[in-house]
């Protein structure tokens, strides 16, 4: 079973910065991606970005030019730098990881952290 460990949550007033960290007890090198998600209170989980194992990333338009995902082979873990952060950026973010079959393009592992809150305050 692969772990996925994150860190760096907390609470920032609104138009500040934090750094989420995410590590893998694998080599990340091994997935076709790395996600981080979020689920603000009382909705549903929400894709923020993904970086595909070839190094491209994609994000959801409500974080362009605001977060950027990057990733470290070396510790196996993928960041995600979040600035200028507004209120509606509160949520618990979880950090995925997934295999596709190369073949078929279908799913073949699936692994999520445990969370962290991320609260901005007004």
């Known amino acids: 079973q692969v772990q996925m460990v994150e860190a760096g949550g907390g609470l920032v007033q609104a138009g500040g910065s934090l750094r989420l960290s995410c590590a893998a007890s694998?080599?990340?090198?091994?997935?076709?991606?790395m996600g981080w998600f979020r689920q603000p209170p009382g909705n549903q989980r929400e894709l923020v970005g993904i970086?595909?194992?070839?190094?491209?990333?994609d994000y959801a338009d409500s974080v362009k030019g605001r977060f950027t995902i990057s990733r470290d082979n070396a510790k196996d873990t993928v960041y995600l730098q979040m600035n200028s952060l507004k209120p509606e950026d509160t949520a618990v973010y979880y950090c995925n990881a997934y295999t596709r079959s190369p073949w078929s393009g279908t799913k073949t592992s699936d692994y999520w952290g445990q969370g962290t809150q991320v609260t901005v305050s007004s």
């Open positions: 970086i595909f194992n070839a190094g491209s990333i």
């Open positions: 694998r080599s990340i090198g091994s997935f076709s991606g």
